[in-house]
């Protein structure tokens, strides 16, 4: 397999970085740097990142916005969903709602803060995911939910048809014929587990606050 070109680890880099690299965004959110390489080169999973003036080839790099992409993309793999199904859903977890191009990313530390939190309903069947672009080709095809309207959001749909996902519960890998049509993901909960993350790295870095740029 013939993996995307790696972005070099620069001193420019390392004391104002514009994004992460595969191998320091894979670190935080838990996965393989092979993995995320992988999911980039297969186009599983491109980076929105803005590169500027960085030297960064566009596509190389990742933000917050494309860590907590990826940890979505990992967990629903991790509960069986197919691949190009859990890539298809995770186009839209970088992208601001009313994004205009790529540069519109979410602000999810803005998100880590809010309260009451949010969750995500993501489509995790096809069938759902084509009769949504046919029948509401413009609204968006992630779903938010308050987290004080959760219980009452699952109790509307059929026993089996939601999955509310609590991630430090551990994940039980489903059958495709046992895989619900919507995944409820509790994503304040990741976007402040990852910022947090993000925060660390960059202090033990000795990055200053003013070289973090606030897509990071």
Do not use: N
Not at 56 to 78: K, P
Not at 200 to 214: E, F, S, T
């Amino acid at each position: 397999m013939t993996y995307a070109p790696r972005p070099s680890a620069t001193r420019a880099h390392r004391r104002r970085p514009y994004g992460l690299t595969a191998a320091e965004g894979a670190r935080l959110v838990g996965l393989s740097p092979r993995t995320v390489q992988d999911w980039r080169a297969s186009a599983a999973y491109v980076p929105l990142c803005p590169v500027g003036d960085s030297g960064h080839e566009q596509g190389s790099i990742y933000h917050l916005a494309d860590l907590v992409a990826l940890r979505v993309l990992a967990d629903l793999r991790a509960l069986g969903v197919t691949r190009d199904v859990a890539a298809r859903v995770c186009e839209g977890v970088p992208l601001h709602p009313d994004a205009t191009d790529d540069d519109d990313y979410m602000p999810y530390r803005q998100v880590a803060m809010l309260d009451p939190p949010w969750w995500y309903l993501l489509p995790v069947h096809w069938d759902l995911i084509d009769r949504h672009m046919r029948e509401l080709p413009d609204i968006e095809l992630i779903g938010v939910v308050p987290e004080d309207r959760v219980d009452a959001w699952v109790s509307a749909f059929d026993p089996g048809d939601v999955y509310v996902l609590h991630r430090e519960e551990g994940f039980k890998r489903l059958s495709q014929a046992d895989l619900p049509l919507i995944v409820l993901y509790p994503i304040t909960a990741l976007a402040a587990e990852l910022a947090a993350r993000a925060d660390a790295w960059r202090r033990q870095r000795r990055i200053r606050q003013k070289d973090w740029m606030p897509w990071l």
